[in-house]
């Protein structure tokens, strides 16, 4: 019998759910182009969730349900919190470009959507092998689909074909490897394989074979180099709209498995895994910043940087354990969540510009597309440059306060190598600023193209959402006390399940 206490930790599920499922059903009666009763209805599901997914993490408890097969913490909670911001976000600015490009013949945009954040909840939830994987593949389906939702487009198809085939030798990986470890373990709960690789009783080759195919599965994930490949070709080739829901809120269950599965279920391991990390990190901000620079089309630049801005948070997490001590671990995966939740909110005002530039029959994807904006419009021109700014790390936004925290946690490993690393990272960052600081060139310096319409049409509720995105990268910069306190204390908590 299930008792109460484990319905109590996926009550936001089971909303989330019971929506998705009757605003399918709502849908099928709405006839108006931009869905506006499915529209405010997946607004109203968001809004809820969130809030309901706020009050879990104030009160600070972890709780575990159904046999410890999923948990309920500060961390997972904040998370899950900021992706239903995320996607909230994502609908306000994509709707009038999917409703456009004929996107919204049915409510399959809303409805996938609310399935893919469903699947990224049971992903960050996930305190058992098999539901992690559960999560995993409910949230890629969603998303194979949504990048295909525009059927008469070749380039749209050929994108979802490269996702989905990637996407399944990527989950073959992980799947591979969650079974090499449940074979040499004896379980699928994470406290249960965390204790039984501290025991030391296990063979420690089967592990390390075993967390090979891990870690290869949630490189591809996060992005990271060399398992990068689909990246760039899915930016570019799915629908823009689209592109902003898979390059958002998946990244936060990207950094939530990796915590899950890396830090509550192999830790003991860590020695291992981070050698591991070291080389992807190294790979992916090398990679992802030269091939930046070569880069005209603006999706494509911004898929590179993302490889390269998850080189910072791989740099983060491989500086938790030092030595087989865990006093790093608070500061460094902390600065790893910052980072992460900073970089979702920066990419949403960036794509948000792109998404609000496009138009019936022009796709504004081109670097070239935005230039003379400050003419055409300085305030959507400053919220492309404070976004810019924020991903290349230059003070006082909030990029630049999360740069500083990982090399912060990095520091305070007080290892020569990390030391190292750290002076690899601002490098790599010098060479980031090229390409972002290009694209402000070409916004306030170049002449506007021939035929370029003077005004930007633009709904009130993504203005709005616009200015107040740009206005937070500004304001986390200055007073980034609170999110970092707010991270620190999630993986506090997080960190101390561990202990005991």
Known sequence: MIDTLSWITVYPEIILLVMACVIALVDLGVKTPLRGTTYILTLLTLAVVAALQAFYAMQGETVYGFGKMVVSDPMGNWLKCFACVALMVSMVYGRPYAADRDMLRGGEFFTLSLFSLLGIFVMISGHNFLVIYMGLELMTLSSYALVALRRDNATATEAAMKYFVLGALASGFLLYGLSM?????????????????ASRQVKHQVLVFGLVFIVAGLAFKLGAVPFHMWLPDVYQGAPTAVTLLIGAAPQLAAFAICMRLLVQGMLPLAIDWQQMLVVLAVGSLLVGNFAAIAQTNLKRMLAFSTIAQMGFVLLAMLAGVVNGHQFNAESAYGAAMFYVITYVLTTLAAFGIILLLARQGHEAEEIADLAGLNQRSPLYAGVMALSMFSLAGIPPLVGFYAKLAVLQSLMAAQQTSYLVLTVFAVLTSLLAAFYYLRVVKVMYFDAPQ?????????GTDARIVLTLNGGLLLALGIAPGGLMTLCGDAIASLVKTLVN
């Open 181 to 197: 470890i449940y074979g040499a373990t004896g379980s699928l709960n994470l406290n249960e394989v965390f204790q039984a690789i």
């Open 450 to 458: 021939v035929g370029m319409p003077t005004a930007i049409v633009a």
